[in-house]
């Protein structure tokens, strides 16, 4: 359950700024995705898109990670009689 909630998590940090950035580019600005590595960009006066494969594995890399580190503080939690703990 904690790796969907951090992996979720990392999702919607990464989409957030293409979803507000949405259709910018119909003047010279840009939409963007991507935290902590921007690694899709268009737009412009002079019209340009750019997909950055390193970044997005890397921002992919990051996202698995936080995501493993949240599964594992809840699995731990649940194991050893946290707040929400299931006794056997």
């Given at each position: 359950?904690?790796?969907?909630?951090?992996?979720?998590?990392?999702?919607?940090?990464?989409?957030?700024?293409?979803?507000?950035?949405?259709?910018?580019?119909?003047?010279?600005?840009?939409?963007?995705?991507?935290?902590?590595?921007?690694?899709?960009?268009?737009?412009?006066?002079?019209?340009?898109?750019?997909?950055?494969?390193?970044a997005?594995?890397?921002?992919?890399?990051?996202?698995?990670?936080?995501?493993?580190f949240?599964g594992?503080?809840?699995?731990?939690?649940?194991?050893?009689?946290?707040?929400?703990?299931?006794?056997?």
């Amino acid at each position: 359950m904690g790796f969907v909630l951090g992996l979720a998590a990392t999702a919607t940090a990464n989409v957030a700024p293409y979803l507000l950035s949405y259709r910018a580019y119909t003047g010279d600005r840009f939409e963007h995705a991507g935290i902590p590595f921007t690694f899709f960009s268009q737009g412009g006066f002079v019209y340009r898109r750019t997909v950055n494969y390193q970044a997005l594995a890397v921002d992919a890399g990051i996202a698995l990670t936080i995501a493993l580190f949240i599964g594992a503080i809840c699995a731990t939690r649940r194991r050893f009689g946290g707040a929400h703990a299931t006794r056997p």
